[in-house]
């Protein structure tokens, strides 16, 4: 016999903790079920860092309060508990290849001495922990080490089944179980989809840096000629939460980490860099669903969004579907309409105000240049930009940061001018195609 729940919500990550908790809170009768045998097992990469109040995320400006040790989200009211570290940083630097000139987003002296926070970096495992307790508290059942396989609209809700044997009804279901969504698919949901890019990273936590203003995030590719050489290796570099001399970085792979870190022009950084341990992710990327809802499926987070959500989109798609959930069940509305205000709230600050061609733009964009070219553009543009690092504002504010200074790239640089004016999302995604070749089809 199924057991019957007001809602069953299938992955233990950022947003399904965030939905469980809410809902049972909320006094539903909530199920969790979690592929892994504890949520805050984090093995997948993540650079766990949130945009603070600076900038807005999804039209929400976070921040932490060291005392109640909370993130709060004032636009859509809620706080989340969180008892891990935290560091903050300052401003984000596009560092050129000869490891010197910098194009700097957000002003980092001002910021480090006072003016703001830029951003943050948390634990993610404490903020994993922190949501199961709260959901613990409020009386959630947690399904652990669960295979979700199977998802079906039955009257009176949806069914979910698991490898395990487990059988389970939900008025509703959340899918919260990531960017390569098995709900997504089983559901057909994907299938209106427009799918980019499948592509795996690898992040590396090191220690032993040494470079100065150290408290940012800074990027840029470094280069290898040697003859069958790696050519142009991208790296993107961030303080650690774990311990003050360690970093989060990211070049993609064992050869390349080797090269970046001892034969670039960015190895007087690691004289004595140390590898602390590893994450990796793959990621299959689409674009947005006209709706995150499907035969009483609701879905949140990664698992209906391009690329990433981040934890910001997580909590707060999370949180905000758990609401929906109690407010159909009161309202009697067990259905589309009930959940409405989800629906409408996800589509005018997701899909309506996000163009993943933005973000896509920004992946590539430097990428269409050489390495000679990048170095004089790092040279050329001394002023600092606008602060954000939202990946689908930061295109924008970079190209409108190198507009003042075109008149002077075109007489000195014509040929590099003519790329930047030509430069458009369609090339963008272009130069995507083949890793959509590659891709997995199996994912329709
Ligand atoms: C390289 C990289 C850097 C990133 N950097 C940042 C950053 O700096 N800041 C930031 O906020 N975000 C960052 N992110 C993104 C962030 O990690 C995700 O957006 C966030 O974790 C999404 O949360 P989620 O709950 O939607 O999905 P997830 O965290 O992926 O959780 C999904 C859960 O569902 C479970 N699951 C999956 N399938 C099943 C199944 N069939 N049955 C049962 N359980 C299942 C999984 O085990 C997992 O626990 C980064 C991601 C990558 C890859």
């Given at each position: 016999?199924?057991?019957?729940?007001?809602?069953?919500?299938?992955?233990?990550?950022?947003?399904?903790?965030?939905?469980?908790?809410?809902?049972?809170?909320?006094?539903?009768?909530?199920?969790?079920?979690?592929?892994?045998?504890?949520?805050?097992?984090?093995?997948?990469?993540?650079?766990?860092?949130?945009?603070?109040?600076?900038?807005?995320?999804y039209n929400e400006r976070?921040?932490?309060?060291?005392?109640?040790?909370?993130?709060?989200?004032?636009?859509?009211?809620?706080?989340?508990?969180?008892?891990?570290?935290?560091?903050?940083?300052?401003?984000?630097?596009?560092?050129?290849?000869?490891?010197?000139?910098?194009?700097?987003?957000?002003?980092?002296?001002?910021?480090?001495?006072?003016?703001?926070?830029?951003?943050?970096?948390?634990?993610?495992?404490?903020?994993?922990?922190?949501?199961?307790?709260?959901?613990?508290?409020?009386?959630?059942?947690?399904?652990?080490?669960?295979?979700?396989?199977?998802?079906?609209?039955?009257?009176?809700?949806?069914?979910?089944?698991?490898?395990?044997?487990?059988?389970?009804?939900?008025?509703?279901?959340?899918?919260?179980?990531?960017?390569?969504?098995?709900?997504?698919?089983?559901?057909?949901?994907?299938?209106?989809?427009?799918?980019?890019?499948?592509?795996?990273?690898?992040?590396?936590?090191?220690?032993?840096?040494?470079?100065?203003?150290?408290?940012?995030?800074?990027?840029?590719?470094?280069?290898?000629?040697?003859?069958?050489?790696?050519?142009?290796?991208?790296?993107?570099?961030?303080?650690?939460?774990?311990?003050?001399d360690e970093y989060w970085?990211?070049?993609?792979?064992?050869?390349?980490?080797?090269?970046?870190?001892?034969?670039?022009?960015?190895?007087?950084?690691?004289?004595?860099?140390?590898?602390?341990?590893?994450?990796?992710?793959?990621?299959?990327?689409?674009?947005?669903?006209?709706?995150?809802?499907?035969?009483?499926?609701?879905?949140?987070?990664?698992?209906?969004?391009?690329?990433?959500?981040?934890?910001?989109?997580?909590?707060?798609?999370?949180?905000?579907?758990?609401?929906?959930?109690?407010?159909?069940?009161?309202?009697?509305?067990?259905?589309?309409?009930?959940?409405?205000?989800?629906?409408?709230?996800?589509?005018?600050?997701?899909?309506?105000?996000?163009?993943?061609?933005?973000?896509?733009?920004?992946?590539?964009?430097?990428?269409?240049?050489?390495?000679?070219?990048?170095?004089?553009?790092?040279?050329?543009?001394?002023?600092?930009?606008?602060?954000?690092?939202?990946?689908?504002?930061?295109?924008?504010?970079?190209?409108?940061?190198?507009?003042?200074?075109?008149?002077?790239?075109?007489?000195?640089?014509?040929?590099?001018?003519?790329?930047?004016?030509?430069?458009?999302?369609?090339?963008?995604?272009?130069?995507?195609?083949?890793?959509?070749?590659?891709?997995?089809?199996?994912?329709?």
């Open positions: 016999m199924a057991k019957k729940y007001d809602l069953v919500i299938v992955g233990g990550g950022t947003s399904g903790l965030e939905a469980a908790k809410t809902a049972a809170g909320n006094g539903l009768r909530v199920a969790l079920l979690e592929r892994k045998s504890r949520s805050d097992k984090v093995q997948r990469s993540c650079a766990q860092m949130f945009l603070m109040n600076m900038d807005s995320f976070m921040h932490f309060s060291r005392e109640k040790k909370k993130w709060i989200f004032p636009a859509n009211n809620f706080s989340v508990n969180y008892k891990g570290g935290y560091r903050e940083f300052y401003a984000c630097h596009f560092i050129a290849p000869n490891s010197e000139d910098r194009i700097e987003i957000g002003d980092y002296e001002a910021n480090s001495s006072g003016a703001g926070v830029a951003a943050a970096v948390f634990d993610k495992t404490a903020l994993l922990q922190g949501l199961f307790e709260e959901g613990i508290a409020a009386g959630v059942d947690y399904y652990m080490e669960r295979n979700v396989t199977y998802v079906r609209r039955v009257s009176g809700g949806v069914e979910v089944k698991t490898a395990e044997g487990d059988r389970l009804v939900g008025t509703f279901c959340i899918a919260a179980d990531g960017i390569n969504s098995r709900l997504a698919r089983l559901t057909g949901l994907n299938r209106d989809r427009v799918f980019l890019f499948t592509a795996s990273s690898i992040s590396y936590y090191v220690t032993g840096v040494e470079f100065d203003r150290s408290e940012m995030i800074c990027m840029g590719n470094a280069y290898d000629h040697s003859p069958g050489g790696l050519g142009s290796v991208h790296f993107c570099m961030l303080p650690s939460v774990y311990r003050e970085l990211y070049v993609n792979g064992d050869e390349r980490l080797d090269f970046f870190t001892k034969k670039s022009n960015f190895s007087r950084w690691f004289k004595n860099v140390e590898v602390t341990h590893k994450r990796c992710a793959v990621i299959g990327a689409w674009g947005p669903p006209k709706e995150p809802f499907m035969d009483n499926i609701i879905f949140v987070g990664d698992s209906c969004w391009f690329a990433e959500a981040e934890n910001t989109g997580a909590l707060l798609s999370g949180h905000r579907a758990a609401n929906a959930v109690c407010e159909a069940l009161h309202t009697g509305k067990p259905n589309r309409d009930g959940v409405k205000n989800y629906i409408s709230w996800w589509k005018r600050n997701w899909s309506e105000t996000h163009d993943y061609r933005d973000f896509l733009c920004y992946a590539v964009f430097f990428r269409i240049f050489s390495e000679d070219e990048l170095n004089y553009l790092h040279k050329t543009i001394t002023q600092k930009l606008f602060w954000s690092i939202n990946p689908f504002n930061l295109y924008g504010h970079i190209t409108r940061g190198i507009k003042p200074y075109m008149d002077k790239i075109k007489k000195e640089r014509p040929s590099l001018a003519e790329k930047l004016e030509n430069f458009t999302p369609a090339q963008a995604t272009a130069m995507m195609k083949p890793a959509t070749r590659i891709g997995f089809p199996a994912y329709r």
